[in-house]
């Protein structure tokens, strides 16, 4: 469908094969409805839609207000661990990253919440994606990167892995089976924690810890 589909043998390995198109018209329809809703929306600055994007009109304001609460409940608090590369952090928002949110002292959530929809939400298109993959790219896109975490998304498609998320990967994410798609999701990104060596040992078991936590909440928007 729109030109786009998964190599049988990249389906194979991660367990996510493609819907059958006769399967998947009605919904792809549904999602462009959606998708121009939601970008329109997100990314005007006008009043009324601004308002409407805030006030949960958005079919996935939802979703991302679940993802949120998920997120703090990992990162809320202040934490300066001379280990974390982050750094010195508040509800997830570290100095090094986010310098100008710290100009006036700690960020507020609300603000905390503000960067989280514009760089993490709305940067790694996650209103584009199912519910599902969306809350699993969004909690990476913190945790990890947002370059990491589109990786990891791309990996479990198998498409061309970038970084970048464009039309390709978000076709892709649509014409997959969601839970599929999500487990695999979930594999990325415990194989890429895996592979941080000098700090797993400690802090190894909270990244896992998060990461079911996020599977859990995935499973549930299903």
Request: hydrophobic residues 35%.
């Amino acid at each position: 469908m729109h030109g786009y589909s998964l190599n049988p043998v990249q389906s194979q390995k991660y367990g996510c094969s493609p819907k059958e198109p006769e399967e998947t018209r009605s919904a792809m329809a549904g999602f462009f409805c959606e998708f121009a809703l939601v970008f329109c929306l997100s990314r005007c600055d006008c009043p009324p839609c601004a308002g409407f994007f805030r006030s949960g009109g958005c079919p996935m304001q939802g979703v991302f207000d679940r993802a949120m609460d998920h997120v703090l409940a990992f990162e809320g608090g202040y934490v300066n661990d001379p280990q974390d590369p982050g750094g010195e952090t508040i509800y997830g928002i570290s100095r090094r990253h986010h310098p100008e949110a710290w100009q006036d002292g700690r960020p507020t959530q609300d603000q905390a919440k503000a960067i989280y929809l514009r760089d993490y939400w709305q940067g790694c298109r996650c209103s584009d994606l199912p519910a599902a993959v969306a809350v699993l790219v969004f909690d990476g896109a913190i945790n990890q990167g947002q370059s990491r975490a589109v990786k990891c998304l791309q990996e479990a498609l198998g498409v061309t892995v970038d970084g970048l998320i464009g039309p390709k990967t978000i076709a892709a994410a649509n014409n997959c089976d969601a839970g599929k798609l999500a487990r695999c999701v979930v594999v990325e990104r415990a194989y890429h924690y895996g592979q941080l060596n000098k700090i797993f040992g400690r802090f190894g078991r909270g990244w896992m810890r998060r990461l079911i936590a996020c599977y859990d909440l995935a499973i549930s928007l299903i």
